[in-house]
Nanobody, 117 residues
Framework: QVQVVESGGGLVRPGGSLRLSCAAS????????MGWYRQAPGKQRDLVAT???????KYADSVQGRFTISRDNAKNTVYLQMDSLKPEDTAVYYC???????????WGQGTQVTVSS
């Protein structure tokens, strides 16, 4: 059974950093494109970053240069290092395999990130 479990969120001041983790199971993790997504209150869930099986990455313009996505295939885990955080980064952050995200399946509970002074 496919499962993703996000962790690492919290309250941080503007300019601060957080590192999110996502443990995945139930599929061949190393062969899947993985993504981080976020949903702010009253808004749709948006793509933040993706990482391919070969380690190549893409970022939303709003986080380019501040966030870094990475993966550890031995641990079936994907990470999101978030630096220079801004209040507008406040959202629930989710991870998923990109193909499952498109299908709207297997979302986890997410992890709340709040950026506030």
């Amino acid at each position: 059974q496919v499962q993703v479990v996000e962790s690492g969120g919290g309250l941080v001041r503007p300019g601060g950093s957080l590192r999110l983790s996502c443990a995945a199971s139930g599929f061949t993790f190393s062969t899947y494109v993985m993504g981080w997504y976020r949903q702010a209150p009253g808004k749709q869930r948006d793509l933040v970053a993706t990482i391919n099986s070969d380690g190549s990455t893409k970022y939303a313009d709003s986080v380019q240069g501040r966030f870094t996505i990475s993966r550890d295939n031995a641990k079936n885990t994907v990470y999101l290092q978030m630096d220079s955080l801004k209040p507008e980064d406040t959202a629930v952050y989710y991870c998923n395999a990109a193909v499952y995200a498109v299908l709207g399946r297997f979302w986890g509970q997410g992890t709340q990130v709040t950026v506030s002074s």
